[in-house]
């Protein structure tokens, strides 16, 4: 096992715990989870998800951190050291190429994010709130485009910073502040005439909203709320020292994720049962409830403007953790792999960023004609990456541990210095049978979906 002798590191658990959430938490949190929530029975939705990030999360997290502190590498690195399989190999590049394909449509939509808080700041919400104005924004290639670019410099000046100065300073600071935004929020919405309907669609199960595709994506969203098999787990890993105890920063990452998931579904659900004086069938909006209902909801509010300002400055500051998790991802494989200095590594990845940001930008406006298997660039990177190499990576992560490196080797290093591992033999369990199980039953679903034979 070689190790490298000038690595970044966290400066202890709670620099690696804040910076684990921030990179968990992010528009997969705020944006994506209310939404899916919201489409897929609210209660009982969260019930599944709860109990899959107990079990299913919480065995990925201890394996991936665990490699990447044993290995002292990020994931192409950590793959081959552990198995020096060729197709372990390969599996330990998917891992690290899922974040190269991520961060640039990720960037795009926290362009869009950018664009609303500025406007919320100089605009009035009537106009952001009209019908045309989210639609008029994305197909509008230049604007889009514009806004794409500023989030991904904020961004790159984090990362050139580097991994204490940058990532851990920048994840302490925002973190805090983000919770606070959430509460703020979720108070306001909660106490909106006829909200507390919409409390109790997200808390009480109606087991009558349940179905197989309640389970299949509780499972898909997991991937992106806990930013599992993209590889950043392997890499933060690589930079926990030795005295954190790993399952102990697991809960709190866990939870701290779980929180604000339920916190953005407070602010999100509540104001919309709020708004339509309780019609459900508005909470299947989608993707578009953030950016097109939310505003019109926000109109409607005696302090419309400042919730505006506060939700949108929320949504970005998760966004841009996030964000800041995938391009560190990034930037470690290039110096590992190609020992590259942490400087070429960042340029190089702006410039991946630009060009495939660019047609995710673009996709929706002067190049919205072109599409990949039915789907324009941005759905096409989300596709790819979500549906089909995070369950590729996720079954190679399991494969890795039970085959080649050894349950009983994992175990050892998160018990390293004393420190428990109280759900060991969840994850045993886990790791051998049932992960593998729901990333294939995952993989399977996508692929029925793109052929129509079921609707996800």
Same mark, same amino acid.
């Given at each position: ?23 968990? @938490? ?98 009035? @919400? ?158 299947? =909006? ?48 290039? =110096? ?58 996720? @079954? ?49 679903? =996508?692929?029925?979906? @793109? ?6």
């Amino acid at each position: 096992m070689l190790k490298q002798e000038h690595r970044g590191s966290f400066s202890g658990k709670i620099g690696f715990v804040l910076s684990a959430a921030g990179a968990s @938490v992010g528009l997969g949190n705020i944006w994506r989870f209310p939404y899916l929530c919201a489409k897929y029975g609210g209660g009982i939705f969260l019930i599944v998800y709860i109990l899959l990030a107990l079990t299913f999360g919480y065995t990925m997290i201890i394996a991936e951190t665990a490699i990447g502190r044993y290995t002292k590498k990020s994931p192409v690195g950590a793959f081959n050291s552990i198995s020096n399989n060729k197709w372990m190999g390969l599996g330990g590049w998917i891992n690290a190429i899922i974040p190269i394909l991520i961060v640039p449509y990720y960037s795009v939509i926290g362009g869009w994010v950018c664009r609303y808080l500025f406007e919320y700041i100089t605009n009035d @919400v009537n106009v952001i709130a009209s019908d045309t104005f989210f639609t008029d924004f994305i197909t509008d290639g230049i604007a889009s485009e514009i806004w794409f670019i500023v989030f991904a410099a904020l961004v790159m000046i984090v990362i050139f910073m580097g991994v204490e100065g940058g990532i851990e300073r920048v994840s302490k600071m925002v973190m805090p502040v983000l919770v606070v935004l959430a509460v703020i929020i979720c108070v306001y919405s909660v106490t909106r005439p006829g909200a507390l309907e919409g409390v109790k669609y997200l808390f009480v199960p109606n087991f009558q909203h349940f179905s197989i595709m309640t389970i299949v994506t509780a499972m898909g969203q997991m991937f992106y709320s806990l930013s599992i098999a993209m590889g950043i787990l392997i890499t933060f890993g690589s930079y926990v020292k030795k005295e954190v105890s790993i399952e102990g920063s697991t809960k709190q990452v866990e939870f701290f994720d779980t929180i604000i998931a339920i916190l953005a579904s407070l602010m999100i659900i509540p104001a919309v049962f709020s708004f339509y004086h309780g019609d459900e069938s508005m909470l299947k =909006a989608g993707p578009s409830l953030m950016f097109i209902t939310m505003p019109q909801i926000f109109a409607s509010m005696g302090f419309g403007k400042i919730i505006g300002i506060l939700f949108f400055a929320l949504v970005l500051f998760a966004a841009v953790t996030s964000a800041i998790a995938l391009t560190e991802s990034a930037v470690s494989t290039f =110096a590992d792999e190609f020992k590259w200095s942490r400087k070429k590594g960042s340029t190089i990845m702006i410039v991946i960023m630009l060009v495939l940001g660019s047609l995710s930008s673009l996709g929706n406006g002067p190049l919205s004609s072109v599409t990949i298997i039915g789907m324009q660039f941005l759905d096409f990177f989300d596709f790819l990456t979500n549906s089909v190499m995070m369950p590729i990576a996720a @079954v190679a992560t399991c494969i890795l541990i039970t085959r080649f490196m050894g349950i009983e080797k994992l175990e050892a290093e998160v018990e390293q210095d004393g420190h428990p591992f109280k759900r060991k033999g969840i994850f045993s369990f886990m790791i051998r049978f049932l992960c593998p199980l729901f990333v294939l039953i995952i993989l399977v679903s =996508a692929i029925l979906n @793109v052929f129509g034979i079921i609707s996800m």
